[in-house]
């Protein structure tokens, strides 16, 4: 399950939730969907079931050094060491499930690491062969404390053996293991290792690991489409013709009541995601380039015109920007905002009864007529909850399952046609 929050909280928070922390509400939240969908997995079955959330405070490490970001520093090292020291810094321990997280090689350093080791370095005669008394080299360096995976390796210049002659070792190479074995290479031999940063290779993939998931679990508050990650994370799952409807999980804790529902669909009004927040000012360039990689969000460049004021001088200065045109995103994620949103009330409070239905579920519709979703309008007046809630016998189960038969004949067509407005073809996959 990937969890998709905000961290701090939002404007007047505190008036409506006095005394309880926003943490302490989500981490309400949280444990509530966990036990929903534990519910759900659970089935009919007796057997206790588990599942793992992807948190990102959790899963994304701090950074290595301040430069450490995709927009800035990339690799750190080299570092020269010997094979038994480049084991010892390997993590068993923190390398994830899954087989194709083997060719990972993580390194876990707790502490800055001082090194001071000597070698000797290959040095040859006049007939070609290496010097029987070699020079020693001390080697010496400091890496500082943080999570690593091995990104590329080579083999030093060294005595006994002919470096050039050994092919290097790169990421997507398979187990360093295996490059090792095949040549031969013992603990005493030495080794010139680059390193990658865990939390860079995390933030650079994020819309992979996104899409690894089977559920993606949203917390939601009413300032969610105000943060850029959380928008974007939320765009590339929702676009993904993968995944369904069944698979976004709202948790609307925060929303069960008319004033902070009304919170959330002014946040859906007001998308803006070119102007959305950051923590890192960093993030803004990233996560604008990903959008315009995979959605139809391109590059424009406005031209304004600086009118002198005070200076009496002819003419003016032009002045030409460059924006990312996020309309296509605003679009899609009001549209897919509107809908999860409507979803959950429906499943979780609109059935009730026929005055629920009107008070949970008519700002929604009102939204569709406000932002020009018509034939969205008219697909979700056209489902009476509380109606269709009588006719299951009021079965909450046999209710929620005819309600996902139905949305995916009447609802997920729209859905599909709203993700072909928005993703390029051919670029974001699974």
Same mark, same amino acid.
Request: net charge negative.
């Given at each position: 399950?990937?969890?998709?929050?905000?961290?701090?909280?939002?404007?007047?928070?505190?008036?409506?939730?006095?005394?309880?922390?926003?943490?302490?509400?989500?981490?309400?939240?949280?444990?509530?969907?966990?036990?929903?969908?534990?519910?759900?997995?659970?089935?009919?079955?007796?057997?206790?079931?588990?599942?793992?959330?992807?948190?990102?405070?959790?899963?994304?490490?701090?950074?290595?050094?301040?430069?450490?970001?995709?927009?800035?520093?990339?690799?750190?090292?080299?570092?020269?060491?010997?094979?038994?020291?480049?084991?010892?810094?390997?993590?068993?321990?923190?390398?994830?499930?899954?087989?194709?997280?083997?060719?990972?090689?993580?390194?876990?350093?707790?502490? &800055?690491?001082?090194?001071?080791?000597?070698?000797?370095?290959?040095?040859?005669?006049?007939?070609?062969?290496?010097?029987? &008394?070699?020079?020693?080299?001390?080697?010496?360096?400091?890496?500082?404390?943080?999570?690593?995976?091995?990104?590329?390796?080579?083999?030093?210049?060294?005595?006994?053996?002919?470096?050039?002659?050994?092919?290097?070792?790169?990421?997507?190479?398979?187990?360093?293991?295996?490059?090792?074995?095949?040549?031969?290479?013992?603990?005493?031999?030495?080794?010139?290792?680059?390193?990658?940063?865990?939390?860079?290779?995390?933030?650079?993939?994020?819309?992979?690991?996104?899409?690894?998931?089977?559920?993606?679990?949203?917390?939601?508050?009413?300032?969610?489409?105000?943060?850029?990650?959380?928008?974007?994370?939320?765009?590339?799952?929702?676009?993904?013709?993968?995944?369904?409807?069944?698979?976004?999980?709202?948790?609307?804790?925060?929303?069960?009541?008319?004033?902070?529902?009304?919170?959330?669909?002014?946040?859906?009004?007001?998308?803006?995601?070119?102007?959305?927040?950051?923590?890192?000012?960093?993030?803004?360039?990233?996560?604008?380039?990903?959008?315009?990689?995979?959605?139809?969000?391109?590059?424009?460049?406005?031209?304004?015109?600086?009118?002198?004021?005070?200076?009496?001088?002819?003419?003016?200065?032009?002045?030409?920007?460059?924006?990312?045109?996020?309309?296509?995103?605003?679009?899609?994620?009001?549209?897919?905002?509107?809908?999860?949103?409507?979803?959950?009330?429906?499943?979780?409070?609109?059935?009730?009864?026929?005055?629920?239905?009107?008070?949970?579920?008519?700002?929604?519709? &009102?939204?569709?007529?406000?932002?020009?979703?018509?034939?969205?309008?008219?697909?979700?007046?056209?489902?009476?909850?509380?109606?269709?809630?009588?006719?299951?016998?009021?079965?909450?189960?046999?209710?929620?399952?005819?309600?996902?038969?139905?949305?995916?004949?009447?609802?997920?067509?729209?859905?599909?046609?709203?993700?072909?407005?928005?993703?390029?073809?051919?670029?974001?996959?699974?």
């Amino acid at each position: 399950f990937f969890l998709c929050h905000v961290w701090g909280e939002p404007l007047g928070y505190g008036e409506l939730y006095p005394g309880n922390p926003y943490a302490s509400i989500k981490a309400w939240q949280v444990e509530t969907a966990a036990r929903r969908l534990s519910r759900k997995r659970l089935g009919a079955s007796t057997q206790f079931n588990t599942f793992k959330l992807w948190v990102d405070k959790s899963c994304t490490p701090p950074p290595v050094s301040a430069d450490d970001h995709p927009t800035g520093r990339t690799t750190f090292g080299p570092f020269k060491m010997t094979v038994k020291t480049l084991w010892s810094l390997i993590a068993s321990d923190a390398v994830a499930d899954g087989a194709e997280q083997q060719d990972f090689a993580f390194l876990r350093i707790d502490q &800055n690491r001082e090194h001071d080791e000597t070698m000797r370095v290959l040095e040859l005669d006049a007939f070609g062969e290496p010097n029987m &008394n070699p020079t020693e080299h001390r080697i010496q360096w400091t890496m500082a404390a943080g999570w690593y995976f091995l990104h590329e390796a080579t083999v030093a210049d060294q005595h006994g053996l002919h470096y050039e002659s050994y092919p290097p070792y790169v990421l997507g190479d398979g187990p360093v293991e295996g490059w090792l074995s095949k040549n031969e290479l013992r603990d005493q031999h030495w080794v010139v290792v680059t390193l990658g940063s865990v939390r860079n290779y995390t933030l650079s993939v994020l819309e992979h690991v996104v899409l690894h998931h089977k559920t993606f679990l949203m917390l939601a508050s009413f300032h969610f489409f105000t943060r850029l990650w959380p928008a974007f994370e939320l765009a590339v799952f929702a676009s993904s013709e993968s995944k369904g409807l069944g698979d976004i999980d709202l948790c609307t804790d925060l929303l069960l009541q008319p004033g902070t529902l009304r919170k959330y669909v002014e946040d859906l009004r007001k998308i803006d995601c070119y102007h959305c927040q950051v923590t890192d000012e960093r993030d803004r360039d990233l996560l604008l380039a990903k959008i315009r990689k995979y959605f139809k969000c391109d590059t424009q460049h406005p031209v304004t015109y600086d009118m002198p004021v005070r200076e009496p001088r002819f003419g003016c200065d032009k002045v030409v920007g460059t924006v990312t045109d996020c309309t296509a995103l605003d679009r899609f994620l009001r549209f897919i905002g509107i809908v999860i949103g409507w979803r959950a009330m429906v499943l979780q409070r609109a059935y009730q009864s026929k005055e629920e239905e009107q008070q949970w579920t008519e700002p929604f519709v &009102n939204l569709c007529v406000e932002l020009g979703f018509v034939p969205l309008k008219d697909v979700l007046l056209g489902f009476k909850a509380h109606g269709r809630f009588l006719a299951a016998d009021r079965d909450v189960h046999r209710f929620t399952a005819e309600f996902e038969d139905w949305a995916a004949d009447d609802l997920m067509p729209l859905v599909t046609a709203e993700r072909r407005l928005l993703v390029r073809p051919g670029v974001l996959q699974t």
